[in-house]
């Protein structure tokens, strides 16, 4: 009963913990808008400045878990949190774009807590629950949608500079509240004879690229958007900043909150059947939003006829809350697949699959930005995921025996390497 009550204990503050690193992770997808205005910044700039935290919250990654691994969670979170306060106070004071980038790369440390926590609480848990407990934490990920939520309130009543202010204080906090309210087990660290070598080891297996590919899809792809959504709907639709945050907030928060859920259902159903079933939803979805707004000329026998084909305000955040939902359920797949696979390595795995989608997160708000640069249509973003869903879904079918699409838990273990 004391072994399930901090249990509980540890979920519940490590998931508020990281929801507070993942809000302040994706802080620059509403700040950099004010700044791209005031510095006068083009949309590649733009996404270089919104996707410069990602790229170090994703390197950071792998020493990470291999450290949590070694150290314990409950210490590497709290020392994580403590050394991104200073860094997200100064940004308030930054007035070049060199200053804004390198503090992104300080603040980006926060997104490397996710590394951390997964496998600090799924040690607290048996293996039957391990997906849903981590689903569970994992919806700290609508932290992303916090920050549509709040900083543009803040921005507005006090100006963006005051924005770091705040988040600098509650991260401090966090970090304080997480330390007393969490627990360290001895039994949870690997072996002290065990080399850093002998961890990624494991690199070998080609399932872990496999599941980083996936990953880079439905997290990555996540990332992405959260970063991108509210400067699209600026600039697509000429919604005010406050109006776009919101509604890029209805893609942000179902992409963290059901997370639990997917956690659920991949216990339930298999890891595999559910990343399968996620990547043609996310196929149809980017089918749909990559099309243009376009005007044709139909020659009929009455003369010709105007067609005006767009996507709809309204149906684009429809079309974004269903990619929404299913990237929540991919990524508690992705990592129901590592419980199963990896359960005495699941550090140093988590934080290699988490890079790899930690990458495609810095990757894609670049490339958003090129490619609108290079081509003028906005919706090329949406063309270039619907090719990375290709990817995947060719991927999938090829890596695996007809027996692991079988609903039954721990059918990931009947997967065959590519």
């Not at 849903?132 to 507005?156: C, D, E, H, R, Y």
Request: aromatic share 14%.
């Amino acid at each position: 009963m004391e072994n399930k009550r901090k249990a509980i204990q540890v979920l519940v503050s490590s998931t508020t913990a990281f929801t507070i690193c993942f809000a302040i992770w994706m802080m620059f997808a509403v700040l950099g808008i004010p700044i791209k205005k005031s510095l006068g910044l083009n949309e590649t700039e733009f996404g270089l400045l919104a996707a410069m935290p990602v790229l170090s919250g994703s390197l950071v990654r792998v020493p990470l878990g291999i450290w949590c691994d070694r150290f314990g969670g409950r210490i590497v979170f709290f020392v994580l949190m403590l050394a991104t306060v200073i860094p997200i106070y100064l940004i308030g004071r930054a007035t070049a774009y060199w200053q804004f980038l390198a503090l992104g790369l300080f603040v980006g440390l926060a997104g490397g807590s996710f590394s951390v926590g997964t496998p600090y609480v799924a040690r607290w848990f048996p293996k039957e629950r391990r997906g849903l407990a981590m689903g569970i934490f994992g919806a700290g990920n609508s932290g992303s949608a916090l920050t549509k939520f709040v900083a543009p309130a803040i921005i507005t009543a006090f100006g963006w500079q005051m924005l770091p202010t705040v988040y600098a204080a509650t991260m401090l906090v966090t970090a304080l509240a997480f330390w007393a309210f969490t627990y360290s087990d001895p039994s949870h660290l690997v072996s002290g004879s065990v080399t850093f070598g002998q961890q990624l080891k494991v690199l070998k297996d080609r399932r872990v690229w496999r599941y980083c590919q996936y990953y880079s899809v439905v997290f990555g792809g996540y990332v992405g958007l959260a970063l991108w959504m509210t400067k699209y709907y600026v600039a697509e639709y000429g919604f005010d900043l406050k109006l776009a945050a919101l509604l890029a907030a209805c893609f942000s928060l179902p992409g963290g909150v059901l997370r639990a859920l997917g956690g659920w259902i991949s216990d339930r159903y298999g890891a595999h059947k559910v990343t399968w079933a996620v990547m043609w939803v996310c196929w149809v979805c980017f089918f749909l939003l990559s099309y243009p707004p376009t005007a044709m000329v139909v020659k009929t026998v009455n003369g010709d006829m105007t067609l005006n084909l767009s996507v709809s305000p309204w149906m684009f955040t429809g079309l974004l809350f269903i990619v929404g939902t299913a990237m929540a359920v991919g990524k508690a797949s992705v990592f129901k697949f590592i419980a199963d696979d990896f359960s005495d390595n699941i550090g140093a795995v988590s934080g290699v699959v988490g890079l790899a989608g930690g990458l495609g997160g810095f990757i894609l708000p670049i490339m958003f930005g090129a490619l609108v640069d290079l081509t003028g249509v906005r919706s090329s973003a949406f063309m270039l995921l619907y090719g990375t869903v290709c990817v995947s879904l060719v991927w999938m079918h090829f890596s695996f025996r007809p027996s692991a699409t079988a609903p039954a838990v721990g059918s990931t273990r009947q997967a065959a390497a590519a």
